[in-house]
């Protein structure tokens, strides 16, 4: 019995935008970026961020020195790495909303503290609700020190949520994620596109 949902962020909520993404930091003379964002790297100055390892201001200062073309202030340079998201579809929101009646709903995703305040603040919010009326509570890498597929990241989700692994289905657009979760007896659901889960639950 499913009584609990764990939802991935980026390609399961929000769409992703890579080559827009791509261009913004090609318009900013950052073209090593670019090169980041093109191959889907998450080494160096993204995992550094995305693990809390160092902050915005840090974040944006290696971005000036890897790509000294580059004369970008800070919040230009975070314009242009939340130009990799795409938004949340409304349909998606509303699925959210339904499924609450029925399931204890989170979210675990490996991201950073620029892309999660854009959706927080532009893409979750809809009829007056936020993303804290959507979910019981939402765990993400560059707050917890840990990374997916790191099945320590799943251990500790389910201790701070209160939840069990056989009573709890989790949706990710990585395989790799979904096999760490699996392990510890977690229900998988592994989508490549952010609709593909509407109709399956």
């Known amino acids: ?8 962020f980026g390609c399961v909520l929000v769409d992703l935008d890579k080559q827009r993404c791509v261009e913004a930091f090609r318009k ?30 840090e974040f944006c200062d290696e971005v000036r020195r890897k790509a000294p073309a580059c ?35 989170f ?7 620029i892309h999660w305040k854009k959706a927080a603040d532009e893409y979750f919010p809809m009829d007056g609700m936020n993303v804290d009326n959507y979910f ?3 765990f993400l890498s560059y707050r917890m020190h840990l990374i997916k597929p790191d099945t320590e990241i799943f251990i500790r989700t389910l201790a701070e949520a209160g939840i069990k692994a056989e ?11 979904c096999r760490a979760a699996a392990t510890l007896g977690i229900s998988t659901m592994h989508v490549t596109c952010g609709d593909e889960w509407l109709d399956k639950i």
């Open 1 to 8: 019995m499913i009584r609990n949902i764990i939802f991935d």
């Open 28 to 57: 900013i003379g950052a073209e090593s970026i670019s090169a980041y964002v093109d191959e889907c790297r998450q080494e160096d100055l993204f995992h550094d961020l995305e693990t809390g390892k160092t902050g915005i201001g």
């Open 71 to 105: 004369t970008a202030d800070n919040d230009t340079i975070c314009n242009a790495w939340n130009s990799l998201l795409g938004g949340i579809p409304k349909r998606r929101i509303e699925k959210l909303v339904s499924l609450k009646e029925r399931y204890r709903l």
């Open 107 to 113: 979210v675990l995703s490996n991201t950073n503290p």
């Open 136 to 138: 019981e509570k939402v």
């Open 167 to 177: 009573e709890t289905l989790f949706i990710d657009d990585s395989a790799a994620n």
